[in-house]
T-cell receptor
Framework: AQRVTQPEKLLSVFKGAPVELKCNYSYSGSPELFWYVQYSRQRLQLLLRHISRESIKGFTADLNKGETSFHLKKPFAQEEDSAMYYCALNAGGTSYGKLTFGQGTILTVHP | DGGITQSPKYLFRKEGQNVTLSCEQNLNHDAMYWYRQDPGQGLRLIYYSQIVNDFQKGDIAEGYSVSREKKESFPLTVTSAQKNPTAFYLC???????????FGSGTRLTVV
C-alpha cells in the first residue's frame, strides 16, 4: 500500500528566508507526485506536479526516487505563501486517479 | 465560480440521523471522489467513482454510502453508523489524463 508522510505539522519562517516542506512516500512502483495548497478561505488547489517539472509561484519540487522524497522548496518565502500544503501520490494501475494525501503542513511566513 | 458545487456549506445532524451531502460538477470529468479532512490527519478517501454506475470504497468507507447515477453527480450519505461524522468533507473530480484534482469548496458537518 502507498503512504505519504509529511513530518512537519507546522513550519514557520520569516519573509525572505528559504523554505522547504518535506514529503516522503512509500510505494514500490513509479509514482506520480503532487503538491496541493489551501489558502485561507479558499479551495484546495493544485500547486505543481512532478511530471511537468514546472515552477509555480517560485516553488519547485524534485522527485528523488532514491530517498523516496518530493520536498517542496522556495528560495525566498513571501507572506502570501502562508497556507496549508499537502503532498499527494497517485499509485497508478487499477488505482489510477486515486490520490493518497499526506497529513499536511501549515506554513506561516512572518513579516 | 463554476466547476464543482458542494452543498450545503454547513450541515448539522442529530445523532442517529442520516444526512446527504451533494456534489455536482459541470467539468465533464469521469472520476469523482469524496475525502474527509480532519486536523492533523490530512485528507482521507471515503469513496470514489471512475465511471457512472460504478464506485469503489476508499480507506474509510464504513458508515458512508454513495451513488453515481449521473456523470455530474456524486452524493455522499453519512449514515448513523458513522461513529465520528463531525468533519470537513471535500468532493473532487479528475479527468482520465489526471491533470490533478479539482476540488469543491467543502461541506462542514457537525453532529449536535
Amino acid at each position: 500500500a502507498q503512504r505519504v508522510t509529511q513530518p512537519e505539522k507546522l513550519l514557520s519562517v520569516f519573509k525572505g528566508a528559504p523554505v522547504e516542506l518535506k514529503c516522503n512516500y512509500s510505494y514500490s512502483g513509479s509514482p506520480e507526485l503532487f503538491w496541493y495548497v489551501q489558502y485561507s478561505r479558499q479551495r484546495l488547489q493544485l500547486l505543481l506536479r512532478h511530471i511537468s517539472r514546472e515552477s509555480i509561484k517560485g516553488f519547485t519540487a524534485d522527485l528523488n526516487k532514491g530517498e523516496t522524497s518530493f520536498h517542496l522548496k522556495k528560495p525566498f518565502a513571501q507572506e502570501e505563501d502562508s497556507a496549508m500544503y499537502y503532498c499527494a501520490l497517485n499509485a497508478g494501475g487499477t488505482s489510477y486517479g486515486k490520490l493518497t494525501f499526506g497529513q499536511g503542513t501549515i506554513l506561516t511566513v512572518h513579516p | 465560480d463554476g466547476g464543482i458545487t458542494q452543498s450545503p456549506k454547513y450541515l448539522f445532524r442529530k445523532e442517529g440521523q442520516n444526512v446527504t451531502l451533494s456534489c455536482e460538477q459541470n467539468l465533464n470529468h469521469d472520476a469523482m471522489y469524496w475525502y474527509r479532512q480532519d486536523p492533523g490527519q490530512g485528507l482521507r478517501l471515503i469513496y470514489y467513482s471512475q465511471i457512472v454506475n460504478d464506485f469503489q470504497k476508499g480507506d474509510i468507507a464504513e458508515g458512508y454510502s454513495v451513488s453515481r447515477e449521473k456523470k455530474e453527480s456524486f452524493p455522499l450519505t453519512v449514515t448513523s453508523a458513522q461513529k465520528n461524522p463531525t468533519a470537513f468533507y471535500l468532493c473532487a473530480t479528475s479527468n482520465r489524463g489526471l491533470n490533478g484534482y479539482t476540488f469543491g469548496s467543502g461541506t462542514r458537518l457537525t453532529v449536535v
